[in-house]
Nanobody, 124 residues
Framework: QVQLVESGGGLVQAGGSLRLSCAASGRTFSNYVMAWFRQAPGKERGFVAVIRWSGTSANVADSVKGRFTISKDNAKNTVYLQMSSLKPEDTAVYYC?????????????????WGQGTQVTVSS
């Protein structure tokens, strides 16, 4: 079974940086697309970033472009979200997600597997 475990969340001050990790296990992810979503209290879950497990193709949401970077370490079966210049509006539970196939998506319902989420709180 697929298991995605996020880590690295915490409390940071505005302008600070944080790196989230998503440890993937249960199968080989060569044909998978990995993504990060986030959900603030009372708001809908929204797309943050996506990357193909194989190759280098990656995209981030316009709202975080220039501040967030998604990357991966295939040898460690880990996907990262490097966050910098954090803003209070970045406060949310961040989720790692995975879907089968090479066509990446920003749509929540396209993803098959989800982690438990990790809380990121940015203080002003």
């Amino acid at each position: 079974q697929v298991q995605l475990v996020e880590s690295g969340g915490g409390l940071v001050q505005a302008g600070g940086s944080l790196r989230l990790s998503c440890a993937a296990s249960g199968r080989t992810f060569s044909n998978y697309v990995m993504a990060w979503f986030r959900q603030a209290p009372g708001k809908e879950r929204g797309f943050v970033a996506v990357i193909r497990w194989s190759g280098t193709s990656a995209n981030v949401a316009d709202s975080v472009k220039g501040r967030f970077t998604i990357s991966k370490d295939n040898a460690k079966n880990t996907v990262y979200l490097q966050m910098s210049s954090l803003k209070p509006e970045d406060t949310a539970v961040y989720y790692c997600a995975a879907k089968y196939g090479s066509n990446w998506s920003a749509r929540e319902y396209d993803y098959d597997y989800w982690g438990q989420g990790t809380q990121v709180t940015v203080s002003s």
